[in-house]
């Protein structure tokens, strides 16, 4: 739509920081684009972009009007769902942001039932930090967010809230490997596997070392989950998982996984939501419930 133009246009030129790389993203050229910027700021009487040797950022003006036209351009995405699902069509673009737990085998399978189901349905995902996540609602860039002990509930507005068994995945030949859990303090004797802060495996099993007076020195940081499993293969060496992100057949790469049991300490949250006080477009909307249902099935719910 011809009127979303000029949204689109600050949109991007906040989201990249660059006029150049604003105008290739939308096909136009800097300087036509440029123009379109004086155009509005000679309109409004001032500047909503501050010019910096590395790019555009908005001022105090510019970030009144991007929250507007940041409104403008999510409304119009609901209506266009919405009409999308009156038809029959159940179209829509879907934007998740997510952290590395849930990406590895939950969502991709979701994703691909619902492109079977609606194959007019279109995604993007994000892959970010704890508390990245959660901000990217605020201004739009993301429809949902699906996080593993999130940092900033103010802005979040759960749909699921469950907990999740942490495993520790070692060889099938560690002489851990036969017990019914482990506990923190007996991985404390060999070599430690861990993913990086802030993730939410990481946080949990600080605190659980912490509970014990316990401090973990691991022999490899990364925030790589897949790197750190593997790792444990034909090792001493031990790793961490959550049971969203527990892989399939790990018999296959010669490893086992036991529930780590974590006494007085409560298990870490998985929350599924979108923006406090947004209401979603039906595509997306309809696949956090997707979600929502799937999570519930499999672990338990404190909604």
């Known amino acids: 739509m011809r009127h979303l133009l000029v949204p ?10 660059s006029l150049r790389s604003a105008a290739e993203e939308l096909g136009i050229t800097p300087s036509a684009l440029n123009r379109r910027i004086l155009s509005i700021e000679e309109e409004l009487g001032v500047e909503i972009f501050e010019r910096h040797p590395s790019g555009l950022r908005p001022n105090i003006a510019g970030e009144i009007l991007l929250k507007h036209f940041r409104d403008q351009l999510a409304g119009i995405e609901q209506v266009k769902s919405s009409i999308a699902d009156l038809s029959g069509m159940r179209a829509g673009h879907i934007n998740i942001a997510t952290t590395r737990e849930i990406v590895q085998y939950f969502l991709p399978a979701l994703i691909k039932q619902h492109l079977t189901d609606f194959p007019a349905v279109t995604f993007g995902v994000d892959l970010l930090e704890r508390g990245e996540a959660e901000l990217s609602l605020v201004d739009h860039t993301n429809d949902i967010a699906i996080v ?10 759960p749909v699921y809230a469950g907990e999740q068994q942490m495993y520790c995945v070692m060889s099938d030949k560690h002489q851990l490997a036969g017990k019914k859990d482990v506990k923190i303090y007996e991985c404390l004797d060999f070599p430690l596997l861990l993913p990086r802060r802030p993730e939410g495996i990481r946080r949990m099993l600080d605190i659980s070392a912490e509970k014990i007076g316990a401090t973990l020195e691991p022999v ?3 925030n790589s989950l897949d790197l750190l499993r593997l790792m444990s293969q034909d090792s001493q060496a ?27 300490i409560a298990p870490g949250a998985l929350i599924a939501g979108h923006l406090r006080g947004r209401t979603l477009p039906v595509a997306a ?13 499999r672990f338990f719910s404190k909604s």
């Open 8 to 17: 689109r246009y600050v949109d991007r030129i906040a989201r990249t920081g």
């Open 148 to 157: 593993f002990e999130p940092l900033r509930m103010k802005e979040l507005q």
């Open 220 to 222: 490899l940081e990364s």
């Open 238 to 264: 031990l790793s961490f998982c959550l049971a969203i992100n527990l892989r399939p057949n790990l018999e296959q790469d010669n490893l086992t996984a036991i529930p780590l049991h974590t006494p007085g």
């Open 285 to 297: 909307a309809r696949f956090l419930e997707l979600v929502n249902k799937e999570l519930s099935s």
